[in-house]
Each structure stands twice: as structure tokens, then as C-alpha cells.
């Protein structure tokens, strides 16, 4: 071999070693982990079970973080886990321990100070031609696809063509521009392709018309902002507005529905990241799923693996603001806000896992345009052999009026650890079908009306007085950041001293320490920087910034203005 031959050789092993040149799970180190821009999934094949504790830093830091125990899938002899509140482009070590046996890995966070290669400017002004993208970039070097200089480039399709941008190459980021009236998709991106980055688009008035499935019309179904087709991986979806399609799904109070989708990923290889971008509507053209694709029961699923979805804003959609399926082996999803929704989250199935569901702040759910009856949070349901994985939910704040009516939907649910969540809502935690000992519901707010299987042996329903009355702590509409604290009911009758005169008061109004301050448990990795006595439950923690959702999250008022909104 000569030096040429076997440079190039080694240049390309340290791109497959640095995970450019193969999908996630491709690697064959054991333990090994698979690194997104602010968390990583952790993998390590032993045959004994049993916890496996996780730590991890910097490297060159002297303090090591303690992260959540991995779970073991004795399907595959293999531990897997997630840390999380990494950051970008960053190099950690972890130390895994079970038993006696320990072990160490060393990963990169992925980079996302993109290198640009080569930039192709698009002309200013409107265009009604779709662009096909077929140029690849390098890992070091991407394809940058824009709009010129203080100006705006507007792709007005006219219901012409299929999509606005196709995007037929790998190492690509389309920025900036525009897209209005594709007659099906406003980005496609082509079956196979990685490493595609699409930030801070306007995607608008896209596909065709939709309708119920019951019906047998499946015209303009998935029709989407944004559409990756099967074995895409490594895709970056970021801070862009993609609002209004042209047709609209039906409701449920119609059949299943069936319409257009904010972003579409088909049976993925993983590694995708979807953040802080606006799905929204009105209701008259709402969406089906604000983020999804497939399959449902499935070994692979949309995301499939190591991929993230946190900061969205997702608004009017009529089945799942955010559906994930299939595999969720280490794939996390949280800080999300979505408004007038179905289910919150879908998880039918979560075939591997873990699947992490944290921190999210669900608001008003509907069943149809007349039926205000709210669905679930999270939507289960497992079957052979596409079951087995674990879910973790911790820290959602799920609000009432006019939110959801159950917790989880009745389905199977055999493996579901969930922790410090604000479950404000009328109807059930958990399945009322035999309990699996995998699934431990505790340490939650819950207000409805049964628990079904879930025991919550420490949750949130009463407070014991010093004198050992328990009081019902009941929620009319709670907020984000709970009071410190708040009225409630003694019932019964009490004595009261008004100076020299003896009173009994029947059902005095008191006022209590909110239970939800303070009132969860510690989680490592999860919620270590808690303020005070203890976590608070729900998503925000009091003393705390306040989180931020959509495509201006965390800026400052100069940042993120994008060329379709300034000129």
C-alpha cells in the first residue's frame, strides 16, 4: 500500500472512529458510547445483571457526575443508559461499575459549529423552481446551501412541484430560506442520507389536502414541512418555523386522523436531532403528528436510536404532538411545550429502550373540534415482539383546565419508571391491566380519579397535618412554577381563640406549604442542581431560569433573526 493510499485509509478509520462515516450502533468497541450535541447514550455488553452504576466528566475536570443506573437488556446482554446536560463538542470519560467489574470509554460530543467547504447561494428575490441538492460536503468541510447577503430567498413552488428543496447528498445545511405552496413536501430529504443539517427556515402552505382514514381518503397523509425518507441518519432540525399547511387532518371525533406533519422521519438509523423549532396552526389546518413517521411496532421507528427532540413548540395538532416509536434505544425527549393536542407523547412501542421523557409542560388537549375530552400524555401499547423496553418519565408538569385526561392510555405498559411529575388531570395514571414488576409509578402529583395499577406508595395527594389530619391538596389550575403556598379545606369542626372569646370554626380555610416544593426525589444526572429542601415535582425548578421553547429559545433579542423576518 503506498503513503498516499494509507493516509487516505487512516483518515477514513478516524472519521468512522469520530462516528462521521456510519450510523449509530455500526461500532463494534465494547462499552461504547453514542454522543449527540448535549447528551450520549452508553452501551456495554456483559452477560451478568444486575445495577450498573454510571459516572462521568470532562476530561480535565477534577468533579466526576454521578448519572442514572443503566438498564440491563437481557435480550441482548447488554446495559444501555443516557447522560444528559452535556455540552457541545466536549470530550468526557465515563466509568461504568457492576459488581466488582469496572470500565471506562472516552467520547466526543458532536460539534455543531459547523465547517463550511463549499456555499451555494441561491438568487434573491422568489423562485418557483424547486432546488435539488446533489452535491455532498466532507465532514470538516459541509455544503452550505443560503440565501445572499441581507436579503431574502423565497421558493413560492405554486403547487407545481413535490417539494421546494430536495436534498439528494450528505454533509448539508440549508439555511435561511423560505419555502411557501409545495405541492407535497417543503424539504425532502432523499432514502439514505446523513448528516443534513436544516436550520432557521420558514416552511409554509404545503401539500395536498387530507382526510379520514375511516373513510378510506388517504390523500395528503404525512404530507410534510419537513420529510426524511428510510435510512436517513445524523439529521439536524433546528430553529426553524414551519406553520399552516395547505390541507388540515381530521379529528378524532372523524376517524384516525390522517394529514399533513410538521417534520416526517422514516425508519431512521438514529443519531437525529430535532430543537427548538415552531410547529404550529390554527385549527382549521391542524396537523396529524406535529413531529413523527414510522413504523409504530417496529425494531426501528422514526428516531430509532441516540436522538434527541427537546425546546419544540407544538401547536393544533389532532393525534400526537410528538410520536416516537419503535426501537428508543437511548433516545430522549424533553423541554417541549405543545398546546391543543391529542396525546403528548406516543411510545407504541418502545421495543428496546431506554426511552427518557422529562421535563416536558403539556397544555390544552381535545378530542375533536367539538369533543373538549382531553387524550393521554404518553401513549403506550406494546406486542410481541416488538415490547420490552424501559420508559423513564420524570419531571413533566401536565396542567389543568382543558388538559389531558389520563396520564398514559390503557394499553400494555410493562416497563414504565416515572418520577417528581405534576399529573393534574381527571381520569387515570396507569393501565388498570395486571401490573409487570418492571413498572414503578412514584413520587408523582396525581389528581384524577384512579391509579389503576400504580401504587405511588410516596405520591402527592394529601398533606398530614402535625396533628394528623390529612388534608386533600387539591389543584384548580396550577402553574408552572407552583406557590410556595396554598389554600386548603380542614374539614371538620376546629376550636379558635378571637382574644378573649372561644370559637368552633367548621371547615376553617388553612394555608399549607406547597407539597409540590421540595416534595420530589433526587434523580441523578437529572435534577442535581435542585434548589432547597429537595427537587420541586413538574418541570421548572423555583430560583431556577424559567425554560424556553421554540425557535427564540435561550437568545438574546439580536440573535436568531432569520433573512425571511428581517428584510
Known sequence: MTYFKLSIFLLFFLFLQKGYGQPPGETMVNPHAVATYECAGLYWKTMESGPCTVRYRAVGSEI????????????????????????????????????????????????????????????????????????????????????????????????????????????????????????????????????????????????????????????????SGIYAENDCWNLTIQRNLIEEPRGASNDWETGHPAGPQGISIFQSLGGNVIRYNDIVSTEDHGFNDGIGGGSNYSTVGNMNRDSDIYGNLIRSVWDDAIEVEGSNKNVRVFGNYAEKFFNGVATASTTHGPIYIFRNVMGESRTGQRNTMGGAFVKTGEREPYNGGRRYVFHNT??????????????????????????????????????????????????????????????????????????????????????????????????????????????????????????????????????????????????????????????????????????
Not at 470519560?93 to 458532536?110: D, Q, V
Not at 421558493?155 to 435561511?176: E, H, M, T
Not at 389503576?452 to 386533600?472: D, K, M, Q, S, V
Request: proline letters at 5%.
Open 64 to 223: 466526576w457526575q454521578d448519572g442514572l443506573d443503566l438498564v440491563y437488556d437481557e435480550r441482548e446482554g447488554e446495559y444501555r443508559g443516557s447522560i444528559i446536560n452535556l455540552k457541545p463538542y466536549t470530550k468526557y470519560e465515563a466509568e461504568l461499575s457492576h459488581r466488582s467489574e469496572n470500565t471506562k470509554m472516552e467520547f466526543t460530543t458532536r460539534n455543531d459549529d459547523f465547517s463550511i467547504g463549499k456555499t451555494t447561494v441561491i438568487p434573491a428575490g422568489e423562485s418557483d423552481q424547486t432546488i435539488t441538492i446533489t452535491e455532498s460536503g466532507r465532514p470538516d468541510a459541509y455544503h452550505l446551501v443560503t440565501v445572499p447577503a441581507e436579503t431574502r430567498s423565497v421558493l413560492n413552488i405554486k403547487n407545481v412541484y413535490d417539494a421546494g428543496i430536495i436534498i439528494d447528498a450528505d454533509y448539508v445545511i440549508v439555511r435561511g430560506i423560505e419555502v411557501r405552496n409545495a405541492r407535497k413536501d417543503g424539504i425532502r430529504i432523499k432514502k439514505g442520507h446523513h448528516n443534513i443539517v436544516i436550520e432557521d427556515c420558514y416552511i409554509t402552505f404545503w401539500g395536498r389536502i387530507g382526510g379520514s382514514i375511516t373513510n378510506g381518503n388517504m390523500e395528503g397523509n404525512y404530507d
Open 398 to 567: 401536565i396542567l389543568q383546565p382543558n388538559g389531558v385526561k389520563d396520564a398514559f392510555t390503557g394499553h400494555v405498559n410493562p416497563n414504565c419508571v416515572t418520577r417528581n411529575n405534576i399529573f393534574d388531570l381527571p381520569g387515570r395514571l396507569a393501565t388498570h391491566r395486571e401490573k409487570e414488576p418492571a413498572s414503578d409509578y412514584d413520587y408523582d402529583y396525581f389528581s384524577g380519579l384512579s391509579k389503576g395499577t400504580a401504587e405511588e406508595e410516596h405520591g402527592i395527594e394529601f398533606y398530614t397535618t402535625p396533628a394528623g389530619t390529612r388534608l386533600y391538596v387539591s389543584s384548580t389550575g396550577l402553574e408552572f412554577y407552583p406557590r410556595l403556598y396554598i389554600n386548603s379545606i380542614a374539614w371538620g369542626k376546629y376550636p379558635y381563640e378571637f382574644g378573649d372569646k372561644k370559637r368552633n370554626i367548621t371547615d376553617p380555610m388553612i394555608q399549607l406549604k406547597n407539597p409540590l416544593i421540595d416534595g420530589g426525589i433526587v434523580l441523578k444526572g437529572f435534577n442535581d442542581d435542585y434548589r432547597g429542601d429537595g427537587p420541586d415535582l413538574g418541570a421548572f425548578e423555583t430560583g431556577e431560569r424559567a425554560l424556553e421553547f421554540g425557535r427564540r429559545a435561550y437568545l438574546s433579542y439580536d440573535e436568531g433573526w432569520c433573512p425571511w423576518e428581517k428584510y
